[in-house]
């Protein structure tokens, strides 16, 4: 077979956001935000160390003389972005996301934040077997059993590595509590 007739295999995602989708934000939109909180994060920064102190005493510098110039640098940076981003041509109007896509990202988002919060209460065990489970079931669509199995195995195994074996302290919830630990 010649190199002209070389076959191209396309393999299509079912699962994939419908290219229809209408649009969430732009390029610019996310470049501006992103560049207004990272200023307002070098500010913060900046002012506390400023507060701690910035100048040079008989030890040294104080503590806060590094953090602050750090917080001048990312407050540059933040506002050459800043000024890139209003600035910008056509690229920066493009779509950043759809809203297929900003879908799939809180169907991953949203379980993580709740895994986040579940383990304060539930410990980090209970909430892990949760989310591996709820991760495998909802967006895996694999059968509940074997949900079940691989989230209890997962979690009993980080349990004997972290707890017993390497004795590592982890949040603990309820159950732990009950059995024991």
Same mark, same amino acid.
């Given at each position: 077979?010649?190199?002209?007739?070389?076959?191209?295999?396309?393999?299509?995602?079912?699962?994939?956001?419908?290219?229809?989708?209408?649009?969430?934000?732009?390029? @610019?939109?996310?470049?501006?935000?992103?560049?207004?909180?990272?200023?307002?994060?070098?500010?913060?920064?900046?002012?506390?160390?400023? @507060?701690?102190?910035?100048?040079?005493?008989?030890?040294?510098?104080?503590?806060?003389?590094?953090?602050?110039?750090?917080?001048?640098?990312?407050?540059?940076?933040?506002?050459?972005?800043?000024?890139?981003?209003?600035?910008?041509?056509?690229?920066?109007?493009?779509?950043?996301?759809?809203?297929?896509?900003?879908? @799939?990202?809180?169907?991953?988002?949203?379980?993580?934040?709740?895994?986040? $919060?579940?383990?304060?209460?539930?410990?980090?065990?209970?909430?892990?077997?949760?989310?591996?489970?709820?991760?495998?079931?909802?967006?895996?669509?694999?059968?509940?059993?074997?949900?079940? $199995?691989?989230?209890?195995?997962?979690?009993?195994?980080?349990?004997?590595?972290?707890?017993?074996?390497?004795?590592?302290?982890?949040?603990?919830?309820?159950?732990?509590?009950?059995?024991?630990?």
């Amino acid at each position: 077979m010649s190199q002209s007739e070389e076959l191209e295999i396309v393999v299509d995602d079912p699962t994939a956001p419908e290219a229809d989708s209408p649009a969430v934000v732009s390029n @610019r939109v996310v470049d501006a935000t992103t560049s207004l909180l990272l200023l307002v994060l070098a500010v913060i920064l900046g002012y506390d160390n400023w @507060r701690t102190g910035i100048s040079w005493d008989s030890a040294g510098p104080q503590a806060g003389y590094f953090p602050f110039y750090l917080a001048l640098v990312l407050a540059g940076a933040s506002l050459y972005g800043l000024v890139a981003a209003l600035l910008s041509g056509r690229e920066a109007a493009e779509v950043f996301v759809t809203r297929a896509q900003a879908r @799939r990202v809180m169907a991953v988002f949203v379980p993580t934040l709740l895994f986040c $919060l579940a383990t304060q209460f539930l410990g980090l065990y209970v909430a892990s077997f949760l989310l591996i489970a709820g991760f495998m079931r909802l967006i895996g669509r694999i059968a509940w059993w074997k949900s079940l $199995l691989t989230a209890f195995l997962f979690t009993a195994a980080m349990f004997v590595t972290f707890d017993i074996a390497f004795d590592v302290i982890m949040p603990k919830g309820p159950l732990e509590a009950a059995f024991g630990y």
